[in-house]
C-alpha cells in the first residue's frame, strides 16, 4: 500500500523519554462506536438520513476554486433518549468545508429516535469525500469495519491548477522526513492526512514531526486519533509521552 512504506523506525532514544503533560483528548475517554449505521434509531431508516444530507449538502465555493479535497470527518454523540451531542470535526478540510458539513449534519438531529432498552451512549463517525474532478485520492481501509457509508460530493475543478498526486506528496514528505526536516515534511503530511485520515502510519509519521518540533500536544492528538478513530493500539512510546491518556 502506498503509505506503508512512509513511517520509519524513530530513534530508541525516543522510546525512553517521559514528559507529564496531559493534553486535551478528542473525547473525555475513548468512546463506545458503533461500527454500523443503526437504522432503528432513525425516523425512516438510513434512506432517509442519507437523502436528507444529499439533499442539503454542497461544496462550498471558495473551496471548489481553490481545489481544496480530502476527506472530512464529522462525530457525534448519540444518546439513548435520542438526543445528539458533541459534535466535532475530527478531520479538517478548512472552515468553510467544516462548517458546512456540521450545518447540515445537524439538520438530523430531529429525525434521531429514541431506545428504551439501550443504557449506553454511543459515537459515530461518517466520512465526508470531496472531491475535484480529475484529482483523485486513495483511502485506507479502516481496520474495525465501520464508517463505510460513502457520501461523496464530485465538482468540477481548475485545469490550469496543479495538484500534486498522493504519490508525489507521500515522496516529498519521506525525502524531507529523512533529511530531518521535519516542519516542511508536515506540510506534505498535513494534505496526505486531509486525504487519508484512516492511514495509522500518516499519523504515527506526523506525530513524530510534531514531536520532534516541541508540538508534544498535537503529537499526542495525532497518537490518539490512532486508537480513538482507527481503532488500533498506539504506539508504547506515545503513552510515554502523553500522561494522563486514560488506558481502555
Known amino acids: 500500500m502506498l503509505f506503508r512504506s512512509l513511517f520509519f523506525a524513530l530513534p530508541k532514544s525516543f522510546f525512553m523519554i517521559q514528559f507529564t503533560i496531559c493534553p486535551p483528548l478528542l473525547f473525555a475517554t475513548p468512546p463506545d462506536t458503533l461500527d454500523h449505521f443503526p437504522s432503528y434509531r432513525v425516523e425512516g ?11 442539503t449538502l454542497r461544496y462550498p465555493r471558495s473551496a471548489r476554486q481553490s481545489e481544496i ?58 466520512p465526508v469525500h470531496f472531491i475535484i474532478n ?46 530531518q526536516k521535519y516542519k516542511p515534511a508536515m506540510r506534505h503530511l498535513n494534505e496526505l492526512i486531509r486525504r487519508n485520515p484512516f492511514s495509522s502510519e500518516l499519523y504515527k509519521m506526523r506525530g513524530y514531526c510534531r514531536y520532534m518540533t516541541d508540538d508534544k500536544v498535537g503529537a499526542c492528538e495525532d497518537y490518539q486519533k490512532i486508537e480513538t478513530l482507527l481503532h488500533q493500539p498506539i504506539p508504547p512510546a506515545a503513552r510515554n509521552i502523553c500522561i494522563g491518556y486514560p488506558e481502555r
Request: charged share 25%.
Open 69 to 126: 479535497i480530502g476527506t472530512s470527518i464529522i462525530s457525534f454523540v448519540l444518546h439513548p433518549s435520542g438526543e445528539i451531542s458533541e459534535w466535532n470535526i475530527i478531520n479538517s478540510l478548512g472552515k468553510e468545508i467544516d462548517e458546512e458539513v456540521i450545518h447540515v449534519f445537524k439538520k438530523t438531529e430531529k429525525i434521531w429516535l429514541p431506545d428504551s432498552l439501550e443504557e449506553k451512549s454511543y459515537v459515530l463517525f461518517f
Open 134 to 179: 480529475g484529482h483523485i485520492y486513495n483511502l485506507t481501509a479502516h481496520s474495525a469495519g465501520f464508517m463505510q457509508e460513502e457520501i461523496k460530493l464530485v465538482a468540477e475543478g481548475n485545469t490550469s491548477r496543479k495538484t500534486l498526486t498522493d504519490q508525489s506528496l507521500a515522496q516529498q514528505a519521506n525525502d524531507l522526513y529523512q533529511k
Open 45 to 55: 431508516g438510513a434512506p432517509t438520513f442519507y437523502k436528507l444530507i444529499a439533499e
